[in-house]
């Protein structure tokens, strides 16, 4: 079974970036897609971004992210990145990436890392 990992999540300025990995292991990504969620303090999980196995098909969740976010993929490392420029405080949450067959379907979703902080300051 696969395990995922994340990190790269820390305090930043608003305006600032960070990139988040998650990295697989135990066994390779093939044939699963990779979405990152966020869940902010009170408030429920959220799908930010998510990106198939071949790295062909890409979702990001609403214009709040896109033009900001950038999900990725490096296969020969089996790890998948979230590219976040221009933060903002809203974007203040716990990060976690997960594993799923279809990345269009929430319920797919069944290998979770255990998430990543990233603080943003105004």
């Known amino acids: 079974q696969v395990q995922l990992a994340e990190s790269g999540g820390g305090l930043v300025q608003a305006g600032g970036s960070l990139r988040l990995s998650c990295a697989a292991s135990g066994r390779t990504l093939s044939g699963l897609g990779v979405g990152w969620f966020r869940q902010a303090p009170g408030k429920e999980r959220e799908i930010v971004a998510a990106i198939s196995w071949s790295g062909g098909t890409t979702y990001y969740t609403d214009s709040s992210v896109k033009g900001r976010f950038t999900i990725s993929k490096d296969n020969a490392k089996n790890t998948v990145y979230l590219q976040m420029n221009s933060l903002k405080p809203e974007d203040t949450a716990i990060y976690y990436c997960?594993?799923?067959?279809?990345?269009?379907?929430?319920?797919?979703?069944?290998?979770w890392g255990q998430g990543t902080q990233v603080t943003v300051s105004s």
């Open positions: 997960a594993a799923a067959r279809n990345i269009f379907n929430m319920g797919s979703y069944d290998r």
